[in-house]
């Protein structure tokens, strides 16, 4: 019986030889990971009333990344629960204030293609880039997970996104995920896996991938798959992953799907998103000219090292405008010192940025840079719902980090491409 991508992972977790659309099975867990803020002090009442520990702590990732830095007397209690919580539980991969947990988990080589894990965050399908089924799950579906190892699934139908062609200089997978939204919309996977294949998704390098990935959650699916070939074996070794633990992995020939996506990449321009929402999103020209007063770089969808360097590329030699607030919230701790040691880092900074924390910081509505009344900004982020990033009152557009350097550049929306050699306009 051919399959899909999601299909054969979801068998194999089952121990099935072959699953179908709509059936209900109960999968073995490969990984979990959890973050501070839905993690131990949500899940740890309840593993304490069943009487139960962690299942297989080696099969559990914890990372601190929403309440950091602990600047307040609640956040430090959350941090210390936590600590205490992978102390108590023996959960050696734990890691402390070193970036947000969709960037470290593949970083520090926690993801192969195959894995069936879950997250206690709704951008977890970032897992599908590496050919792992990975969706989000909340913190009562955790402590099920944690007690047993085990996690009920309804296999989905796949929707097959295709982008023909090569991405222009200055266009990027944010590009790609915001025309989607708006093209499909919030609930375009329809609680589904979604499936990126292509010319222009072969070309991506890893944490582009991510990208595409990690939004598949503002299209509503469940999961968002890319296959595993080399680019992804070439990631993974360099995060410590053995190669004969890394195999190629795709969907077959003649796998069934529910509905097939075609767009072509090379016609794509820049995108931004007007408040509230990324369905909101036209071509950049249709923006171009409003003011701003922040531009942020961060978040697992827009700081990434990838992302940083496209920021640099616009960034490097020029500053931003008078007036304009540039933020810079790396996203993980290592993607920053490579991104300090290879120059990247400093072309930002001495463009008139400043640095914050490697944690998820404004994007989710944490920290002390939130947006103040009536700010309007330009953000690299997944989201911009109102009110998450700070003020209701703000008005948040989302655009690549490419658009988003751009803008500072100019104190208004801006079209990247002229700062780009090379890019059509």
């Given at each position: 019986m051919d399959m899909t991508l999601a299909e054969k992972i979801i068998a194999r977790a089952a121990g099935r030889k072959s699953v179908a659309p709509g059936e209900i099975v109960t999968c073995a867990v490969d990984?979990?990971?959890?973050?501070?803020?839905?993690?131990?002090?949500?899940?740890?009442?309840?593993?304490?009333?069943?009487?139960?520990?962690?299942?297989?702590?080696?099969?559990?990732?914890?990372?601190?990344?929403?309440?950091?830095?602990?600047?307040?007397?609640?956040?430090?209690?959350?941090?210390?629960?936590?600590?205490?919580?992978?102390?108590?539980?023996?959960i050696a991969n734990?890691?402390?204030?070193?970036?947000?947990?969709?960037?470290?988990?593949?970083?520090?080589?926690?993801?192969?293609?195959?894995?069936?894990?879950?997250?206690?965050?709704?951008?977890?399908?970032?897992?599908?880039?590496?050919?792992?089924?990975?969706?989000?799950?909340?913190?009562?579906?955790?402590?099920?997970?944690?007690?047993?190892?085990?996690?009920?699934?309804?296999?989905?139908?796949?929707?097959?996104?295709?982008?023909?062609?090569?991405?222009?200089?200055?266009?990027?997978?944010?590009?790609?995920?915001?025309?989607?939204?708006?093209?499909?919309?919030?609930?375009?996977g329809?609680?589904?896996?979604?499936?990126?294949?292509?010319?222009?998704?072969?070309?991506?390098?890893?944490?582009?991938?991510?990208?595409?990935?990690?939004?598949?959650?503002?299209?509503?699916?469940?999961?968002?798959?890319?296959?595993?070939?080399?680019?992804?074996?070439?990631?993974?070794?360099?995060?410590?992953?053995?190669?004969?633990?890394?195999t190629n992995l795709r969907s077959d020939e003649g796998s069934r799907v529910a509905e097939h996506h075609v767009f072509d990449a090379s016609v794509l321009s820049p995108q931004v998103a007007a408040p509230h929402s990324p369905a909101n999103a036209a071509p950049v020209e249709q923006h171009a000219g409003t003011k701003i007063d922040v531009a942020y770089i961060g978040a697992c969808t827009g700081a990434k090292l990838a992302d940083l360097r496209m920021a640099a590329e616009v960034l490097r030699g020029r500053n931003v405008a008078k007036g304009v607030e540039l933020i810079c919230a790396p996203a993980s701790l290592r993607d920053?010192?490579?991104?300090?040691?290879?120059?990247?880092?400093?072309?930002?900074?001495?463009?008139?940025?400043?640095?914050?924390?490697?944690?998820?910081g404004i994007c989710a509505g944490y920290g002390d840079n939130r947006l103040g009344e009536n700010v309007v900004a330009i953000s690299s982020t997944a989201r911009n719902f109102k009110g998450r990033m700070g003020a209701a009152s703000s008005q948040v557009y989302l655009g690549s980090p490419y658009t988003t350097a751009a803008s500072a550049i100019e104190g208004r929306i801006a079209d990247p491409r002229p700062y780009l050699k090379g890019a059509r306009q």
């Open positions: 990984l979990a990971m959890i973050h501070d803020s839905g993690g131990p002090r949500r899940v740890e009442p309840i593993l304490r009333r069943l009487g139960v520990d962690v299942w297989d702590p080696a099969k559990v990732v914890l990372i601190t990344d929403h309440y950091v830095p602990a600047g307040d007397d609640e956040s430090r209690t959350i941090q210390a629960i936590t600590r205490r919580f992978a102390a108590n539980q023996g734990f890691y402390d204030q070193q970036g947000i947990c969709h960037v470290v988990l593949p970083e520090r080589g926690h993801l192969r293609p195959g894995m069936f894990v879950v997250g206690g965050d709704s951008h977890s399908p970032t897992g599908g880039a590496f050919a792992a089924y990975m969706f989000g799950i909340g913190a009562t579906e955790m402590a099920g997970v944690l007690a047993t190892g085990e996690i009920w699934v309804r296999v989905p139908d796949t929707i097959r996104i295709e982008w023909t062609g090569r991405l222009n200089p200055g266009v990027s997978a944010k590009d790609m995920m915001l025309h989607l939204c708006a093209q499909l919309g919030m609930d375009g329809k609680y589904q896996a979604v499936e990126y294949v292509g010319e222009a998704v072969r070309a991506l390098p890893m944490q582009e991938r991510m990208t595409l990935s990690n939004m598949a959650a503002e299209l509503g699916a469940q999961a968002g798959l890319i296959e595993a070939d080399d680019t992804t074996a070439t990631f993974l070794e360099s995060a410590g992953v053995p190669r004969d633990r890394i920053q010192e490579i991104a300090r040691s290879e120059g990247t880092l400093g072309a930002i900074l001495e463009a008139g940025a400043s640095l914050i924390a490697n944690a998820c």
